[in-house]
């Protein structure tokens, strides 16, 4: 599978997945998640790092990703979602 299709299917998984990643905060989720997904080829070279060229280092792949979700913390608890959301309801927006 091409990089551009696994982040287009690790993006799927993250709308689908409702308690990871609430609809105000996918962004800065997937932002989060994109980030650490990138260090994954890094830290697998460990203290050789500086002996390798960057054309060298492996493409950022879908299991890559998938523990980046695992590792990151959704930017809003649900407490605080849910709190958002019953003012939202009460007080309306402007």
Do not use: C, W
């Not at 890094?42 to 979700?69: C, Q, T, W, Y």
Request: charged fraction near 30%.
């Amino acid at each position: 599978m091409s990089p551009k299709r696994e982040l287009g299917a690790a993006i799927s998984n993250v709308k689908a997945d409702k308690q990871r990643a609430s609809p105000p905060s996918l962004l800065s989720y997937l932002r989060r998640a994109g980030k650490e997904s990138a260090m994954g080829p890094i830290r697998e070279l460990g203290a050789s790092i500086s002996n390798v060229k960057a054309d060298k280092i492996r493409p950022i792949s879908h299991n890559d990703f998938a523990k980046a979700m695992n590792v990151i913390k959704p930017s809003v608890n649900k407490e605080a979602l849910l709190s958002y959301e019953e003012f939202t309801k009460e007080f309306g927006t402007s």
